[in-house]
C-alpha cells in the first residue's frame, strides 16, 4: 500500500511561524532554533527548512518509531531527530532560546491507514494503538485489565460518548467470558451493537477510538505539559502554532492560551493603567483550513490552528 500524509494548515503553519517578526528580524543570525513538535511524515518540517536560512536549526520531535524512520531519511544537517514527546521538549533546549515552536497534534494518515497500528476501526488489525510501540499497554492489554467502571470515565471524558457506560458494560461481559477483544474490528462490532444512534456519516465506533487512543497515548496530558514548555522555551517576540483535531484539544490550547494573554488584577487594588503588568503572550489568530483544502483532504476539515506570540520584556 502507497501511504501518503497530506499535512493539514501547511502554508499557513509556516506563514504564521515564519512571517512572525523575531524570525523576519534576525534571519542571518546563526542562533535561530524552530522546533516541530510532531515530524509525522515530515511535511511541516520540511516546508519549515525550506524556509529557513542555512544557519538556522530545527528539532523534530515523534514518539512512532515509524516516524523515525522516515526523518532519519532527511539529509539535512540544520535537523535534529529526536524520539520523544514534544512534551519534553524542555530538555531539549534551554529557556528562551526558540525562535519558533509548531505543534500538529492529533494521528498521522499513515497511523490510521496501516492496519496493524490498530487505530482504524474500518480496518481489520491488532488492537494495539500506541504511537511508541516500545512502550506501554496496548489497548487490549488495557481493555482486559481496567475496572468498568474506569473504561466508562475513559470513553465518555476523552471520547464524549453518550453511551460509554452502555459501552463499557459490553466490554467487560466480553472479557468475563473470555472474549475480550483484541482486534479492531472486533471491538468496532461490539461498539456497533451498543450504540444505536450516531450522527449522520460517523461511524458507531469513531468516539470509542479516539478515546482509547488518546488515553492510551496521553494525548492531553504530554498537550498540557508541551504547552508549559513551548512557553518557557519561546523567546520574547517567538511564536507558537497549535493545530488541534477535536473539541479536547482545542479547548485546552484556547483556554492556556487565553489564560496567559490577560492580567489578573484583585479588584481594588489602586493600578494606573501605565503601571499594569504585562501578559505573557499575544493572542496572533485563529486559522481554519480554506474549503478548497477540506475538498482535497477531508480529514483537514476539523482542523483548527491558534497562533500566539510570546511578548517582549516578560519573565516566565
Known amino acids: 500500500m502507497n501511504i501518503t500524509h497530506r499535512p493539514v494548515l501547511l502554508a499557513e503553519a509556516v506563514t504564521a511561524l515564519v512571517n512572525g517578526p523575531l524570525i523576519q528580524n ?38 512512532d518509531l515509524d516516524a ?6 532527511i539529509n539535512d544537517p540544520r535537523l535534529r531527530i529526536v524520539h520523544d514527546s514534544f512534551a519534553q521538549m524542555d530538555q531539549y533546549a534551554a529557556p528562551e532560546s526558540v525562535d519558533g515552536i509548531l505543534l500538529d497534534l492529533g494521528i498521522s494518515s499513515p497511523q490510521v491507514d496501516e492496519a496493524h497500528r490498530g487505530f482504524s476501526f474500518r480496518r481489520e488489525g491488532p488492537l494495539d494503538m500506541r504511537m511508541n510501540t516500545n512502550q506501554g499497554l496496548t489497548a487490549a492489554e488495557w481493555l482486559e485489565q ?4 474506569e473504561i466508562t470515565h475513559v470513553i465518555k471524558t476523552y471520547g464524549e460518548e453518550r453511551f460509554a457506560f452502555q459501552i463499557a458494560k459490553a466490554i467487560v461481559a466480553k472479557r468475563e467470558e473470555g472474549l475480550s477483544p483484541q482486534t479492531t474490528t472486533q471491538l468496532a462490532s461490539l461498539v456497533a451493537g451498543v450504540v444505536r444512534t450516531r450522527e449522520a456519516g460517523q461511524d458507531p465506533a469513531t468516539r470509542t477510538f479516539q478515546a482509547l487512543r488518546i488515553f492510551i497515548n ?22 507558537l502554532a497549535v493545530i488541534s483535531f477535536h473539541s479536547l484539544e482545542d479547548r ?14 484583585p479588584r481594588g487594588l489602586p493600578v ?16 481554519k483550513p480554506s474549503d478548497e483544502e477540506v475538498a482535497e483532504n477531508s480529514r483537514a476539515r476539523s ?14
Request: avoid cysteine; proline fraction near 4%.
Open 272 to 287: 494606573r493603567e501605565k503601571d499594569l503588568p504585562q501578559s505573557v503572550i499575544e493572542i496572533i489568530g485563529r486559522i
Open 303 to 316: 482542523a483548527i490552528m491558534r497562533v500566539a506570540e510570546k511578548r517582549l520584556g516578560v519573565v516566565t
Open 252 to 265: 485546552i490550547v484556547k483556554q492556556f492560551l487565553q489564560a496567559h494573554a490577560k492580567v489578573e488584577i
Open 68 to 73: 523515525i524512520a522516515v526523518a532519519q531519511q
Open 26 to 63: 534576525q534571519s542571518s543570525t546563526q542562533n535561530m532554533l524552530v522546533i516541530d513538535g510532531t515530524f509525522g511524515r515530515g511535511g511541516h518540517t520540511q516546508a519549515l527548512l525550506n524556509q529557513l536560512p542555512a544557519s538556522a536549526r530545527m528539532i523534530s520531535f515523534d514518539k
Open 218 to 239: 496521553r494525548e492531553l496530558e504530554d498537550l498540557e505539559l508541551g504547552l508549559k514548555a513551548a512557553l518557557k522555551l519561546l523567546k520574547p517576540g517567538a511564536r
Open 146 to 149: 481496567a475496572p468498568q467502571e
